[in-house]
T-cell receptor
Framework: GDSVTQMEGPVTLSEEAFLTINCTYT??????LFWYVQYPGEGLQLLLK?????DKGSNKGFEATYRKETTSFHLEKGSVQVSDSAVYFC????????????FGKGTHLIIQP | NAGVTQTPKFRILKIGQSMTLQCTQD?????MYWYRQDPGMGLKLIYY???????DKGEVPNGYNVSRSTTEDFPLRLELAAPSQTSVYFC????????????FGQGTRLTVV
């Protein structure tokens, strides 16, 4: 079945550091790929997405590129802020599928001032 | 816009009790989902619905039931609560399946003692 693997946390960085959170997937067909973010005490919010190979999703300084050849969708940001501290989930949805998202386990990001 | 609203936010149940987690959305979305989130495990799909009167099982449906009598509401019923159902429950909705954004409620933290 489908699966998503992302790097384990917590990941602790200093403010203004470069961020990479790795995400790889296994899926049949051509899934859509997502990064969701969960701030403390809240539900998940969509951060960015990509629906086909080589697409780049971007939002709030975060970027991720859909790499079909390496089945990856790594999240990057050039300069993190304390306000970026949250849990980040990589997820996939099979094309046209109604049966929801398959999530990775989540990566807890902690940014220190 | 309220988006996706879940009630209650917190609940403690005794083993064997029953309860209904409420979820309503005001975005006229056809697709609705229930997930559970366990520590370090990401989110797992319990049930989903593609429209009023249509529901289907997700990855972890045992011990739960759902109904979808209207587009807006998608309640989750727990019968005979067990400690294994201690979790955070999230309801979500989307306009379509596949590559469209899912909107999440703030979650219900349930403890079964």
């Amino acid at each position: 079945g489908d699966s998503v693997t992302q790097m384990e946390g917590p990941v602790t960085l200093s403010e203004e550091a470069f961020l990479t959170i790795n995400c790889t997937y296994t899926a049949t067909g051509y899934p859509s790929l997502f990064w969701y973010v969960q701030y403390p005490g809240e539900g998940l919010q969509l951060l960015l997405k990509a629906t086909k190979a080589d697409d780049k999703g971007s939002n709030k300084g975060f970027e991720a590129t859909y790499r079909k050849e390496t089945t990856s969708f790594h999240l990057e940001k050039g300069s993190v802020q304390v306000s970026d501290s949250a849990v980040y989930f990589c997820a996939l949805s099979r094309g046209g599928g109604a049966d929801g998202l398959t999530f990775g386990k989540g990566t807890h990001l902690i940014i220190q001032p | 816009n309220a988006g996706v609203t879940q009630t209650p936010k917190f609940r403690i149940l005794k083993i064997g009790q029953s309860m209904t987690l409420q979820c309503t959305q005001d975005m006229n979305h056809n697709y609705m989902y229930w997930y559970r989130q366990d520590p370090g495990m990401g989110l797992k799909l319990i049930y989903y619905s593609v429209g009023a009167g249509i529901t289907d099982k997700g990855e972890v449906p045992n011990g739960y039931n759902v109904s979808r009598s209207t587009t807006e509401d998608f309640p989750l019923r727990l019968e005979l609560a067990a400690p294994s159902q201690t979790s955070v429950y999230f309801c979500a909705s989307s306009f379509e399946g596949g590559g469209t954004e899912a909107f999440f409620g703030q979650g219900t933290r349930l403890t079964v003692v």
